[in-house]
């Protein structure tokens, strides 16, 4: 039985360890790891990786050059402040602050300077700011605004956030969220003995101690924030009004393991806290971080499946906003992608300009489904079959041979995850277990073990070619942008006669303001790339 479940999904438009230095407070990454909130640990603190420079780079501290083959120095992933390896012990720690310690009246966001290694236009006087004679010309961590030293005085000192001001939770929009609790009094020596074991057991459950703990709690309220190792684990987040901070969620085994990279260069051009890591924490810490979040928006960087884990979890915490999905496609098919016109998958473009088109998006409305198995009336068969693996359709849903394969390729890719490090080679693994089935026709003669009804209505498949799959289609896309119906000539003259679309090179694109519809009868229209229009998506109620 199917049933709509969530009447919406509006659509707007390796593996090293940490070490810790033996004299310094900052963290050492390898090139090939990524930076996590885990990695947070306190503001000030820099995150260091090694990086190989094509153009000339200076230490920030001892200001010589950084020399030598390979990867010549330490930058650090939030603010690129850069060191030779030997000073990273005597840096100081003057990294970004992704919060402020006490929420204040009239704060005004700073910029946050970082001199040298950053050879751009200056934004001041309009020349180009020289870098290879020395650590010169300023740049801001936050609005990405680069000047030269002596335009820097022409500068206001506060920060407008630049061009991402609409996605980025800044500091002050962040602070540790404040709790109640009771102030302790002196109490007579028989309410003592009466509250002794309660007040022990409220004592470990806040993760509290307190001078004098026999004597119990009572009287007038004081506020304390909760903290882990002196930093706090509770936020209250007051985004700025008129904007919709982004929430980013990353998964690194998606397709062509892209996510280390890009989770490193969000987290530079957005707040650190704003992005995650699925492999580390899953979904539900930043959905937690967000929950009371007016008006934000997701973007997941992922396959299909990591959208459909995003938005079960959103399903699960049962928020009062529902916010807005984008997709960065980093899978191996990217079947909603390409529907929401995110394209096939993502090549190496700019985030910078990613970004600005999660901005500009519009919201499409997609349906999603809940199917319900149940056994049959008349089963004798006492034997449990496999479980269930999801009950909800973002996609498809199929039985048969390209389920088959589709498990195939999961519990190989669960197995041996090194062999599955780009999407030419997943694409290979499917093409293997697709030949392999075709031989071995597991699932020859479908029909001959299942009926199917459509409305009340029984279809006949007795007299139909055999089948070896059943598949019911909610977008127009499946296995990795193959069209089922395909384009017949019909359908080439509606879409030549469509307003405002226009053939090239034989791709779809729009205008970039354009609407689209997705309507049943215009969803097979609704595949595009990645340079035109581009949609966001959320989940509603049903």
């Not at 901070?245 to 990353?250: D, T």
């Not at 985030?351 to 008349?378: C, G, H, N, T, Y």
Request: charged fraction near 20%; charge should be positive.
């Amino acid at each position: 039985m199917l049933s709509c479940a969530t009447d919406c999904l509006d659509v707007c438009g390796g593996g090293g360890r940490l070490s810790a230095g033996d004299e310094s407070q900052n963290d050492l990454l390898p090139e090939d790891d990524d930076v996590s909130l885990e990695n947070v640990k306190d503001d000030g603190v820099h995150v260091w990786r090694l990086k190989h420079f094509n153009k000339p780079a200076y230490c920030n501290l001892c200001l010589n050059m950084l020399v030598g083959f390979g990867k010549q120095g330490l930058s650090c992933s939030f603010c690129k402040y850069t060191v030779h390896e030997r000073c990273a012990a005597r840096a100081p720690t003057n990294c970004i602050s992704t919060y402020v310690k006490s929420k204040k009246a009239n704060q005004v966001m700073m910029h946050h300077w970082v001199e040298g290694n950053y050879p751009a236009k200056c934004t001041r006087c309009r020349k180009n700011v020289k870098t290879y004679n020395g650590i010169t010309g300023l740049h801001c961590r936050w609005c990405q605004m680069t000047l030269h030293n002596k335009c820097a005085s022409q500068v206001k000192p506060e920060c407008t956030l630049g061009e991402l001001r609409d996605h980025i939770l800044p500091p002050i929009a962040i602070c540790p969220a404040v709790l109640e609790r009771q102030r302790s009094v002196p109490l007579t020596q028989n309410q003592s003995n009466r509250k002794l074991a309660i007040n022990r057991s409220e004592s470990a459950l806040q993760g509290l101690t307190s001078p004098g703990s026999s004597q119990g709690s009572q009287g007038s309220r004081e506020e304390e924030t909760t903290q882990v190792n002196g930093v706090p684990t509770s936020f209250q987040v007051t985004p700025f009004p008129g904007s919709h901070p982004l929430l980013v969620f990353i998964n690194r085994k998606s397709g062509g393991k892209q996510g280390a990279r890009i989770l490193r260069k969000l987290q530079y051009l957005l707040n650190p806290r704003q992005v995650y890591d699925l492999g580390r924490s899953g979904p539900g810490l930043g959905l937690q971080f967000f929950k009371d979040v007016p008006n934000f928006r997701i973007l997941c960087c992922g396959g299909d499946g990591t959208v459909g884990w995003v938005l079960d979890a959103i399903d699960k915490l049962h928020l009062n906003y529902k916010p807005p999905l984008a997709v960065l496609p980093l899978g191996t098919g990217n079947d909603l992608g390409r529907c929401l016109r995110w394209g096939g998958g993502y090549e190496g473009e700019s985030l910078f300009k990613i970004l600005k088109k999660v901005e500009k998006s519009q919201v499409v409305a997609m349906d999603r489904w809940q199917i319900e198995f149940s056994p049959p009336s008349d089963s004798t068969d006492d034997e449990p079959g496999d479980p269930i693996p999801y009950n909800i359709i973002n996609n498809y849903f199929s039985i048969g041979v390209d389920a088959s394969i589709a498990h195939r390729f999961h519990l190989m890719r669960e197995k041996y995850p090194e062999r599955f490090n780009s999407r030419m080679k997943n694409k290979l693994w499917y093409f293997e277990f697709g030949t392999s089935e075709t031989f071995s026709a597991t699932c020859k003669r479908l029909h001959e073990e299942i009926d199917i009804m459509c409305d009340g209505v029984a279809l006949d498949l007795a007299n139909r070619p055999p089948l070896e799959g059943i598949a019911l289609l909610n977008i127009p896309s499946i296995y990795g942008g193959c069209n089922l119906w395909g384009e017949g000539s019909t359908n080439k003259k509606r879409v030549k006669k469509s307003p405002g679309t226009k053939r090239k090179d034989d791709k779809w694109s729009t205008d970039q303001g354009s609407s689209v519809s997705l309507a049943s009868m215009d969803l097979h229209f609704a595949m595009q790339g990645m340079n035109q229009s581009v949609l966001l998506c959320s989940v509603g109620e049903g």
